[in-house]
């Protein structure tokens, strides 16, 4: 499975944009880049994927490197309710009767701390 | 709408037992994914139903299985525990795309004694 790095953790203040790193060198050309956030006590969270552009939805922004070897969750303002685990995540993608399919696989993550 | 419910919440075993557990995906959702988190760790791909079959797995030994319902619930069952597998077991239903996020539930805390 390609791999990623991300660093173990990151401070941020209330309001302030966030940006998230993430580094994955051996992506190959069918892999999506998801992200996912596990608040305390909680189930992991879906919070965006891309496969090539840049991508917005109402939780973040994603934007993808041209050479696709890394990419960077944007949170625009962060509120205390976005201090969680962040997880960037290389979907491996299997098909099966023309669907596509595939495991999430989960590394250490980074841990957001956010200040008010 | 409810989503991935699990059940139960906190389990306590000992060792060599046998444990049981339920997962309702999400409503119209037709995929179920377990994954096992160990404190302080990412969750750990153990496998995936489809259709009420298994169709990917992860690194486990055959003492975690599963099944899978007409109704697209899941169970897990783990035998023969061992003090190792203590830890937080996550379900997530999809709807078998890749384009499809994941829905996790809160999972089940399993002990080991």
């Known amino acids: 499975d390609a791999k990623t790095t991300q660093p173990n953790s990151m401070e941020s203040n209330e309001e302030e944009p966030v940006h998230l790193p993430c580094n994955h060198s051996?992506?190959?050309?069918?892999?999506?880049i998801h992200w996912y956030r596990q608040l305390p006590s909680q189930g992991p969270e879906y919070v965006i994927h891309?496969?090539?552009s840049n991508v917005n939805n109402r939780m973040a922004s994603l934007a993808i490197a041209e050479d696709r070897k890394s990419s960077t969750l944007i949170l625009h303002r962060a509120t205390l309710r976005d201090a969680a685990v962040y997880y960037c995540?290389?979907?491996?993608?299997?098909?099966?009767?023309?669907?596509?399919?595939?495991?999430?696989?989960f590394g250490q993550g980074t841990i957001l701390t956010v200040h008010p | 709408d409810a989503g991935v419910t699990q059940s139960p919440t906190h389990l306590i075993k000992t060792r060599g037992q046998q444990v049981t557990l339920r997962c309702s995906p999400k409503?119209?959702?037709?995929?179920v994914s377990w994954y096992q988190q160990a404190l302080g760790q990412g969750p750990q791909f153990i496998f995936q139903?489809?259709?009420?079959?298994?169709?990917q797995r992860g690194n486990f030994p055959d003492r975690f299985s599963g099944h899978q319902f007409p109704n697209y619930s899941s169970e897990l069952n783990v035998n023969a525990l061992l003090l190792g597998d203590s830890a937080l077991y996550l379900c997530?239903?999809?709807?078998?795309?890749?384009?499809?996020?994941?829905?996790f539930g809160d999972g089940t805390r399993l002990s080991i004694l």
């Open positions: 997530a239903s999809s709807l078998g795309d890749i384009n499809q996020p994941q829905h």
């Open positions: 051996t992506i190959s050309g069918t892999d999506y």
């Open positions: 891309g496969l090539t």
């Open positions: 995540i290389l979907r491996d993608s299997a098909n099966a009767g023309g669907t596509s399919y595939g495991k999430l696989t």
């Open positions: 409503s119209g959702h037709d995929t």
């Open positions: 139903y489809y259709e009420e079959e298994e169709r």
